[in-house]
Nanobody
Framework: QVQLVESGGGLVQAGGSLRLSCAAS????????MAWYRQAPGKQRDLVAL???????RYAQSVKGRFTISRDNAKNTVYLQMNSLKPEDTAVYYC?????????????WGQGTQVTVAS
């Protein structure tokens, strides 16, 4: 088991920046991927950015060049730096951790943090 706690959300003007943090209750070394998802009202939860244990990164097309994901294994924390924010980035942002073994796979979620971008 692991608890994920997101922080750093809030209200920001369009063009502004925020940095989200996701603190894990134990080492994140073993997680194959750490990721950020977001869910806007009435929409499905979509992948925003993902960092593997290699580490490689992957981004949704809509955030490429504006968002950066990073994982600090020493602090058991994953970050999402969000720059040049747009109103369409408004959503609840969720942290996700995924681990897999020969016999099982598990996905963990945080409680989410609200990001609101005003035009």
């Amino acid at each position: 088991q692991v608890q994920l706690v997101e922080s750093g959300g809030g209200l920001v003007q369009a063009g502004g920046s925020l940095r989200l943090s996701c603190a894990a209750s134990r080492s994140i070394d073993g997680f194959i991927t750490m990721a950020w998802y977001r869910q806007a009202p009435g929409k499905q939860r979509d992948l925003v950015a993902l960092a593997t244990s290699n580490p490689n990164t992957r981004y949704a097309q809509s955030v490429k060049g504006r968002f950066t994901i990073s994982r600090d294994n020493a602090k058991n924390t994953v970050y999402l730096q969000m720059n040049s924010l747009k109103p369409e980035d408004t959503a609840v942002y969720y942290c996700n951790a995924f681990e897999s073994s020969a016999t099982s796979a598990r996905s963990y979620w945080g409680q989410g943090t609200q990001v609101t971008v005003a035009s």
